[in-house]
């Protein structure tokens, strides 16, 4: 078993910054992919960006050039960069991470079996 813990969430103006964290536990050596979803009221879960161990990223069309994911040589904590924020950034980020699973894409959020409780991020225009 895999447990996330996300920080860094909170309010910001548009054009701010904000720096997500979410540190694995458990049997972190059966993670290959980690990284970040979100979700706005209303709206389905979506993929925001995603790291597997082999370095290999993806990233939303909405979020390219302005989020970058990270992590640590560890590889049991990953971060997510939010530059330049927008009001529709707003949303329920939560952090997941899956063992090797070809059968889905890297954003899709059904290939993730372990998820973090969330993290609100609120950008204010």
């Known amino acids: 078993q895999v447990q996330l813990v996300e920080s860094g969430g909170g309010s910001v103006q548009a054009g701010g910054s904000l720096r997500l964290s979410c540190a694995a536990s458990g049997s972190t050596y059966s993670i290959y992919s980690m990284g970040w979803f979100r979700q706005a009221p209303g709206k389905e879960r979506e993929g925001v960006a995603i790291?597997?161990?082999?370095?290999?990223?993806s990233y939303a069309d909405s979020v390219k050039g302005r989020f970058t994911i990270s992590k640590d040589n560890a590889n049991v904590t990953v971060y997510l960069q939010m530059n330049s924020l927008k009001p529709e950034d707003t949303a329920m980020y939560y952090c997941?991470?899956?063992?090797?699973?070809?059968?889905?894409?890297?954003?899709?959020?059904?290939?993730?079996?372990?998820w973090g409780q969330g993290t609100q991020v609120t950008v204010s225009s």
């Open positions: 997941a991470a899956r063992t090797f699973n070809p059968s889905y894409r890297r954003l899709d959020p059904a290939g993730y079996g372990y």
């Open positions: 790291r597997d161990k082999n370095g290999s990223t």
